[in-house]
T-cell receptor
Framework: DTGVSQDPRHKITKRGQNVTFRCDPI?????LYWYRQTLGQGPEFLTY????????KSRLLSDRFSAERPKGSFSTLEIQRTEQGDSAMYLC?????????????FGAGTRLSVL | KNQVEQSPQSLIILEGKNCTLQ??????????LRWYKQDTGRGPVSLTI?????NTKSNGRYTATLDADTKQSSLHITASQLSDSASYIC??????????FGKGTMLLVSP
């Protein structure tokens, strides 16, 4: 499978704990995006990388959230001191760096439940 | 604020019937507009992508229209099938290729 893969698929944690999610984009895709989706809502943009550089962060990305893409390949999203409001599906997407061809391919997501 | 509004919120149709989903947006600057299909528990999958100059684009039984002047788009599904049951999300692409998503229209195709 050469699509975008996310791990884990599901994560249950207690409030106050830290969690980390991983995203492996399609190889050679320069751009990587993180989104959050709550039930009944469309995905909301969190942050965006071009190679290893984090170029944009949404105001939704509070200080408890941090994302990295150290080698320009896989990315991690960490949430510290989780709150119940963090419960959501976290989606990762990648796209190639081709002008006018910004098709984003999504992973299946990581569903986080904070108890 | 960049927004994408979709209607209806949900829709039930009989198998074989046609339907049309609506999308209004205020995203600026605008790069292109895309319709995604999202099955329950899965990530979104792109159906169509339309640039500023395109008015209509088809992908099999899916036909999308775009009026960039009124900032409206529609997705028409012809001869619906049970497998069309999903959430259909309108997405507008703006600066840095970031996406603004609508909340989606939940479509249920009934036998």
């Amino acid at each position: 499978d050469t699509g975008v893969s996310q791990d884990p698929r599901h994560k249950i944690t207690k409030r106050g704990q830290n969690v980390t999610f991983r995203c492996d984009p399609i190889s050679e895709h320069n751009r990587l995006y993180w989104y959050r989706q709550t039930l009944g809502q469309g995905p909301e943009f969190l942050t965006y990388f071009q190679n290893e550089a984090q170029l944009e962060k949404s105001r939704l990305l509070s200080d408890r959230f941090s994302a990295e893409r150290p080698k320009g390949s896989f990315s991690t999203l960490e949430i510290q001191r989780t709150e119940q409001g963090d419960s959501a599906m976290y989606l990762c997407a990648s796209s190639p760096l081709v002008i006018g061809k910004n098709i984003q391919y999504f992973g299946a997501g990581t569903r986080l439940s904070v108890l | 604020k960049n927004q994408v509004e979709q209607s209806p919120q949900s829709l039930i149709i009989l198998e074989g019937k046609n339907c049309t989903l609506q999308c209004n947006y205020t995203v600026s600057p605008f790069s292109n507009l895309r319709w995604y299909k999202q099955d329950t528990g899965r990530g979104p999958v792109s159906l169509t992508i339309m640039t500023f100059s395109e008015n209509t684009k088809s992908n099999g039984r899916y036909t999308a229209t775009l009026d960039a002047d009124t900032k409206q788009s529609s997705l028409h599904i012809t001869a619906s099938q049970l497998s069309d049951s999903a959430s259909y999300i309108c997405v507008v692409i703006g600066r840095y290729s970031t996406l603004t998503f609508g909340k989606g229209t939940m479509l249920l195709v009934s036998p």
